[in-house]
């Protein structure tokens, strides 16, 4: 029998960075993706974020590809918020993503990340966020 488990850490934002997702919908969001999730048999371990974009901590499983969890999570998501009018405009998410795996060493490290985005973005923007975290990647890059 196989086993795998295949750790992603993904962020996705909305459509040219809008901030869309107040405090208040943005529960309503995340509990919304964590169901339907499940429904696609998609197991998301974290899931929060802040106005403009959220962070995904999930178990890829080996039948499907990044790529398409992600347009099943985010293309039924901008469509469920639109039918909710959760939004008083249209919403969308923006069309790039960025995801890496993570080593069962760090997977506490990331939850406790993505737990704590509300206090991260108090000090730091998405766009700071995003560039770090390009930086991190491109540094450990020099490892191999």
């Known amino acids: 029998m196989s086993f795998t488990k295949i750790m992603i850490h993904a962020v996705w934002g909305t459509k040219k960075r809008v901030a869309m997702m107040t405090s208040d919908i943005r529960p309503t969001i995340i509990q919304h993706i964590r169901t339907n999730a499940i429904s696609k048999g998609i197991y998301i371990d974290r899931l929060n974020g802040h106005q403009d974009h959220l962070h995904c901590l999930m178990d ?84 191999w």
């Open 60 to 143: 890829l499983h080996p039948d499907i590809s990044l790529s398409k969890v992600l347009q099943l999570i985010k293309g039924e998501s901008a469509y469920w918020i639109n039918q909710q009018r959760l939004i008083s405009s249209r919403f969308e998410w923006a069309e790039e993503y960025y995801a890496v795996s993570v080593s069962e060493s760090m997977l506490e490290q990331v939850r406790w990340y993505i737990d704590g985005q509300e206090i991260h973005h108090k000090k730091v923007t998405f766009q700071q966020e995003y560039e770090e975290l390009i930086k991190e990647y491109n540094d450990l890059k020099g490892l």
